[in-house]
């Protein structure tokens, strides 16, 4: 069965420091991948997508995230936070096809001063 | 902006009655989607339409019946609502044939007492 492990529920970083939220999922082939953020009462925002090619995807805000194959991962990462960033992260993958979106579980991200 | 708009936001119901949701989008999108929203769960697929009058089922439909009678509105029903679909609600869209990707509403938060 296909699913979207988040490991961390809740992360804590101080503004200016490095980011990298988790994701692996499981699928059989590479699925299309993505990262939605959700700010406290609001929809789901698109952050970045992956399909095909080059393994490092650059997203909105500042965010990238890389495509690992062997590691069946596609973690986030953002090298500087703002207290903007606070929010809750999700992964999702779509089966090549597939109509399904399957998310994880989220990480909630609080960012201190 | 996906141009989406989701009605009502915000919904108190009693167990045993019915309730409609209502999503709307301005840009004539081919599928759209419903998702519910729990804590632990990330988001799930209901039920999704691929076009007028066209419509299937998601990963936990049970208890709630579309329709899609205009391109531009995606109902939810929920015939004789419990407890347990207490839940937040987010319509999505795809673009069709720019990509896989779906763009999500600002959500119904539904409370079943």
């Known amino acids: 069965a296909q699913s979207v492990t988040q490991p961390d529920i809740h992360i804590t970083v101080s503004e200016g420091a490095s980011l990298e939220l988790r994701c692996n999922y499981s699928y059989g082939a590479t699925p299309y991948l993505f990262w939605y953020v959700q700010s406290p009462g609001q929809g789901l925002q698109l952050l970045l997508k992956?399909?095909?090619?080059?393994?490092l995807v650059q997203g909105i805000k500042g965010f990238e995230a890389e495509f690992k194959r062997s590691q069946s991962s596609f973690n986030l990462r953002k090298p500087s936070v703002h207290w903007s960033d606070a929010a809750e992260y999700f992964c999702a993958v779509l089966q090549t096809g597939a109509n399904n979106l399957f998310f994880g579980t989220g990480t909630r991200l609080t960012v201190i001063p | 902006d996906a141009g989406i708009t989701q009605s009502p936001r915000h919904k108190v119901t009693e167990t045993g009655t019915p309730v409609t949701l209502r999503c709307h989008q301005t840009?004539?999108?081919?599928?759209m989607y419903w998702y519910r929203q729990d804590p632990g769960h990330g988001l799930r697929l209901i039920h999704y339409s691929y076009g007028v009058k066209d419509t299937d089922k998601g990963e936990v439909s049970d208890g709630y019946s579309v329709s899609r009678s205009k391109t531009e509105d995606f109902l939810l029903t929920l015939e004789s609502a419990t407890s347990s679909q207490t839940s937040v609600y987010f319509c999505a869209i795809r673009e069709g044939g720019s990509g896989p990707e779906q763009f999500f509403g600002p959500g119904t938060r539904l409370t079943v007492l």
């Open positions: 992956y399909f095909s090619g080059d393994t």
């Open positions: 840009e004539n999108h081919r599928y």
